[in-house]
């Protein structure tokens, strides 16, 4: 079709200018697929693609030479997806991209050393972000080489592992632009090298410190810094007290705090560091050793105009809730996530004075009962976010009154909850509902969710984890009314046979599918979806024996996007999963199958997936595979997990 | 003065027009050693710019040698005292040092532009450099001068100690007067005129170049070497080195026990009966005689070893303070050195103390700074980080992996200056780029098959017995491929595309 628009104009887009077409592009480019057709138009089209993509997310480092050859204006170079990165291959990118390259992303990548990273330091001279994260081999001297790159704003080093004081002394040093540092897990990081951070790069606006064994001494020079908005402390065991008693700040740039997991830290802690915040807005304080009661709430004093607060897993008293409550009365985020003791009577009294409240997590809460719920629906009005799994005390009637008052929710969690058929109906009058989990829901129906397909059109995430009471009937009304939906989970809904996928591949903007222990879908229902939802990327078949190769067949020859696949306990043989290799940005597989499977079959399969970073295989085939095969895919990045399942199926007999 | 000048000139122009035979005598054979020497300093000052600080020290070695090659070639001048083609000889090495000196600064000077931004130590380093080197070219020029001129000639032997003795020491002492005759002489045909003042600073008596020497080696012995006692105003012990390597000095006259201390056989005097424990007693037992009027005869001690400068035989004998410092100083000197440190396995020590206060320091992190300076805690380094603009933290060599990064790496961050590490770097990715562009199907694989397990591209090597897989397997979705694969099947995705978008609409 394309084609003949070519030949029959000759000309037809000279009076197209550049900009037109950039805007056009612009509004095509989040669909990848609609931009490869539209490079393939003509020439024109294809050199005016290559000029206006700016970020690039390749599959293979191989092809690096090839495509930044063709995209010169690359500015954002995500090389997520290629796990093995050379030196050369950095070279290659600090040639072609030099100046133009902005962001560089080597989190999932290895095998590159200082020797690269320098070529890129050097030649890359406007380099303002970089990730290299997971470089667990980094060492100092490889620090020093990043240092180079001096115009560097935004580094993240979390899990560099052996990086100490002195490489981040260097980068202190040699990158003074700094506004953004993630040392998260740098567990080799001090006081010092964080001090000199601080002292050195004055901008920095985020600073990721979790896990590190910093002591209080060093916050002293990080909350000097003047335009530091963000700084994360999770799991910092140094950060006690005793080194916070002098801290006197003033830092009123502070927005977040993140003091979660800091064991060592009580409320007189707190009380300092929170001293010169008056302008903190979320304060995270998740898993926190002291109990949160009336005293440790009045070290909230300083910071009232808080909008975020996480109390995950504290031990909290109704006197220190109904403190928060009133310390703190613009809060528009509240997270008691598995904190086991908080009552009705608690949360009653704080949501009481949250008109504002927009997100509630009150996930295993067991506790409470439809008295709480009531009280929040009846108070928090604008609530958008509202998680209360495992809150099985709650009764079916409370329910009915989420769905009459919060009109505006978005994200709901009822997993494992006594919410029935008309409780949904209820729901169904949220509109802009986006996100439905109804996990282990034994009292829905057909009739409920049928509702749901009716009334919410916004649906893209629905979780029927083990709601054993849906059929197909059930699937095919939400197919029909949620045509947005993007990720879908029916596993152990025994019920469901090959006509809800066919239902389902109505919805084609599906990414996740996962119908776990499901014995009636067959490859034909599979084979519905792989045609029809081209962005499929998470598949996850387990315990389907109906499913074999001409499902797998067709998965591979239309879901090129396909991502991540679990095939363990069907009728898959090597001819499906050799099949797979044709999918080229495949990068988990988990095939946990103890007979059928010939193992110069899985090899050629394991060889084909070349962007491989997990296979899951039986632990049987361990020995079967050739132990040169199994190095060389694991120094190609990919991890293997062997599993043996016969132990647990012993435990079922 | 002038007529002086003039004779200096004439003297000049008449022995080097006279003869011009190269190499005939002994002062030719010393010029070529020192033009050499010379030669290696240049290097080591083009190696300099490369490798920072470290080469400092190779560099003043080569000083130390080419001072030694003048002293050497001095020694020459003085034996054959008057010898015309000696004579030309040696002016002629010494103009030929001037050039290459000249040559230096002109580097020096044309680099200059090139590294402004360079680190100011560097800078007085290099003029250091030059100065010595003017410093030794003077020297030389005095002493070729002085076998001219009578009166010189004179001085020059009545004062043998810096020029026979230690003539590298000797040399550096007295490098700054040398450096203001330097600069005021600086175009050399006027330096006649002021040698004659040079002889005074060169004139030393023998006890300040003894001085120099003592320091020159560097003595480890406890002992106050600025004492001078004259010699009989002290009374001269000497133990037999039995005693001295026996490990008790002090014993019990009744048990005949051993011990180390005097104050400890004392305490354990006490044991024996009442009468050790009377003040008088325990009292230390030379104490009463300190604050006697009667003026006691010192008392300094010998070492036993024949030979030994601390032995009262030796003609330049420095008598030991206490027994203390005897048996330091023998077990340091004489004594095998059998305590090994359990650190570094490589220093040995032969005193029990010294292994100790060396373990404590040894194998400790040398924290070092950019600017050359060491610290031997981390936090005071950190400290001087923060409080110095530029300065870095160095990371030591040897947790460097390639020393060509590391070099690289300083190079790049001295700024400029193309060094070799860079070099090497470019080098390396113009061959890359080359074999790329000569090779435009890389990623097709084929060549990379050819060549299994090649480090470069190692993803894409083959694998075993799989040459029969198709490689068009792994190509990426954008090729043609699927197109036709779906074609074969049955399937046209044109179709299917079409559908798809219908029904989202």
Not at chain 1, 108 to 117: C, I, T
Not at chain 2, 68 to 96: C, H, I, K, Y
Not at chain 2, 285 to 314: A, D
Not at chain 2, 368 to 384: A, P, Q, V, Y
Request: hydrophobic share 35%.
């Amino acid at each position: 079709m394309k084609k003949v628009k070519q030949i029959r104009v000759s000309k037809p887009f000279d009076l197209l200018s550049e900009e037109l077409v950039f805007i056009i592009l612009d509004l095509i480019s989040p669909n990848s697929s609609d931009l490869k057709s539209f490079s393939l138009t003509c020439k024109w089209f294809y050199q005016l693609e290559s000029k206006h993509r700016r970020s690039l997310k390749p599959l293979r480092s191989d092809y690096l030479p090839r495509i930044l050859t063709r995209y010169r204006n690359t500015t954002d170079l995500d090389l997520t997806f290629c796990p093995r990165v050379t030196d050369y291959a950095l070279s290659v990118v600090g040639c072609l991209c030099g100046p133009t390259l902005h962001s560089l992303d080597l989190s999932r990548s290895g095998s590159f050393s200082a020797a690269g990273l320098l070529r890129l330091a050097v030649k890359c001279v406007n380099l303002v972000e970089i990730d290299l994260s997971n470089a667990t081999e980094m060492r100092d001297a490889d620090a020093a080489v990043v240092a180079e790159a001096r115009s560097l704003e935004r580094l993240k080093l979390g899990r560099c592992k052996m990086l100490t004081d002195m490489g981040i002394g260097c980068i202190a040093v040699g990158c003074k632009k700094l506004n953004m540092v993630s040392l998260k897990w740098c567990v080799g990081v001090g006081d010092l090298g964080v001090g000199l951070l601080a002292v050195k790069c004055k901008d920095i606006r985020t600073l990721d410190l979790s896990y590190l064994p910093i002591t209080g001494k060093c916050l002293h020079d990080i909350l000097k810094l003047q335009h530091l908005e963000e700084l994360l402390l999770e799991g910092c065991f140094g950060v006690d007290d005793d080194s916070l008693k002098s801290l006197r700040h003033d830092c009123k740039s502070l927005k977040k705090l993140d003091a979660s997991s800091c064991q060592n830290l009580t409320h007189k802690g707190l009380t300092s560091l929170l001293s010169g915040a008056a302008c903190l807005q979320r304060l995270d304080l998740a898993h926190c050793s002291s109990v949160i009661s009336l005293d440790f709430a009045s070290s909230l004093k300083k910071v009232s105009a808080l909008q975020s607060i996480g109390l995950d897993g504290c031990s909290v008293t109704p006197d220190g809730l109904k403190a928060i409550g009133t310390l703190c009365n613009s809060l528009k985020e509240v997270s008691l996530s598995k904190c086991v003791s908080v009552t009705d009577e608690g949360l009653s009294s704080l949501v009481m004075k949250l008109k504002d409240l927009r997100k509630l997590d009150i996930t295993c809460c067991r506790k409470l009962s439809g008295v709480s719920i009531t009280q929040i629906a009846n108070s928090c009005p604008l609530l958008v976010s509202l998680k209360m799994e495992s809150c099985s005390l709650v009764s079916r009637e409370a329910f009915w009154l989420i769905g009459q008052k919060c009109r505006l929710l978005e994200e709901l969690d009822l997993t494992d909850n006594e919410i029935d058929d008309e409780g949904l109906k209820s729901i169904s009058s949220c509109l802009s509902l986006s996100s439905l989990k109804l996990g282990i829901c034994l009292n829905i129906t057909d009739k409920g969710l049928s509702y749901i397909g009716m009334g919410c059109s916004n649906l893209r995430e629905l979780d029927l984890y083990r709601s054993v009471g849906i059929t197909d009937v059930g699937i095919s009304t939400i197919a029909q009314g949620c045509i947005h939906l993007e990720t879908i989970n029916i596993s152990y809904c025994q019920d469901i046979t090959d006509k809800s996928l066919v239902s389902l591949s109505k919805c084609s903007l599906l990414q996740t599918f996962e119908s776990r222990g499901c014995p009636n879908i067959t490859s034909q229902g599979l084979a519905a979806i792989a045609v029809r939802c081209k962005r499929l990327a998470k598949v996850d078949l387990k315990k389907c024996p109906s499913i074999n190769d001409s499902g797998l067949l067709a998965l591979a020859h239309f879901s090129q996007n396909l991502k991540q696949i679990n095939v363990s306990d069907t009728a898959v043989t090597e001819v499906g999963l050799l099949s797979l290799a044709n999918i080229g940005c495949l990068q988990n597989i988990a095939v946990v199958i103890s007979s059928g499977l010939s193992p110069s079959g899985v090899a050629a399969a394991l060889l084909g997936c070349g962007g491989l970073r997990k296979a899951k295989l039986h632990a049987s085939l361990r020995s079967l595979l050739p132990l040169s095969l199994i190095h060389h895919l694991e120094a190609r990045g990919c991890a293997f997990l062997w599993k043996d399942n016969t132990l647990q199926v012993l435990f079922k007999w | 003065m002038e007529t002086e000048d003039d004779l200096c000139h004439n003297n000049w122009g008449s022995s080097s027009s006279k003869s011009r035979e190269p190499g005939s005598s002994d002062g030719g054979n010393q010029t070529f050693a020192g033009f050499t020497s010379q030669q290696k300093w240049e290097d080591a000052s083009i190696l300099d710019y490369e490798m920072g600080v470290e080469p400092t020290l190779q560099v003043f070695d080569e000083m130390k040698a080419s001072g030694q090659a003048n002293v050497d070639f001095l020694q020459g001048v003085r034996a054959q005292a008057w010898d015309p083609r000696t004579m030309l000889s040696n002016l002629s090495f010494m103009e030929q040092k001037i050039h290459q000196l000249q040559d230096l600064v002109h580097l020096l000077v044309g680099r200059g532009g090139q590294v402004q931004g360079r680190q100011d130590e560097l800078a007085a380093q290099q003029q250091q450099l030059i100065t010595t080197d003017l410093t030794s070219i003077i020297i030389q020029l005095i002493s070729t001068a002085g076998s001219l001129l009578p009166s010189v000639k004179h001085n020059m032997s009545t004062a043998p100690g810096p020029y026979t003795g230690q003539p590298g020491s000797a040399l550096f002492p007295y490098a700054r007067e040398a450096n203001n005759v330097a600069s005021q002489s600086q175009n050399n045909n006027n330096c006649g005129g002021q040698e004659f003042d040079l002889p005074k600073p060169v004139v030393v008596d023998e006890r300040e170049s003894h001085v120099v020497e003592e320091h020159e080696m560097k003595d480890e012995d406890d002992a106050e070497e600025g004492e001078n006692l004259p010699p009989g105003s002290y009374e001269i012990l000497q133990l037999e080195k039995e005693e001295i390597l026996a490990p008790h000095t002090h014993f019990c006259t009744i048990c005949g026990k051993g011990f180390k201390r005097d104050a400890n056989l004392r305490m354990h005097m006490r044991g024996h009966g009442d009468e050790y424990k009377t003040a008088a007693a325990l009292a230390k037992p030379n104490k009463e005689s300190v604050p006697g009027s009667e003026p006691m005869l010192i008392k300094r001690y010998s070492c036993p070893f024949l030979g030994c400068k601390r032995n009262k035989e030796h003609k330049k004998f420095q008598p030991l303070k206490t027994i203390l410092c005897v048996k330091n100083h023998y077990k340091r000197t004489h004594c095998d050195k059998s305590f090994t440190c359990s650190r570094c396995h490589t220093k040995k020590f032969s005193v029990i103390a010294d292994l100790k206060t060396h373990e404590k320091h040894c194998g400790k992190n040398k924290w070092l700074c950019s600017c050359g300076t060491t610290f031997s805690r981390k936090d005071k380094l950190f400290g001087h980080i923060a409080l110095f603009q530029g300065h870095t933290p160095a990371i030591p060599l040897e947790e460097t992996k390639t020393s060509a990064s590391t070099s690289a790496q300083r190079g790049s961050s001295e700024g400029g200056n193309n060094n070799q590490g860079m070099v090497g770097f470019n080098l390396g990715s113009a061959s890359n780029a080359n074999q790329e562009t000569a090779q435009p199907g890389m990623t097709d694989g084929k060549i990379s098959f050819e060549e299994p397990f090649s480090p470069m591209n190692f993803d894409t090597c083959n694998f075993g017995g799989f040459h029969e897989f198709p490689r068009l397997m792994f190509d990426d979705s954008e090729s043609s491929f699927q197109m036709l694969i779906a074609n074969a099947c049955g399937f046209s995705p044109r179709n299917v595309g079409e559908s798809v978008s219908d029904t989202s609409l």
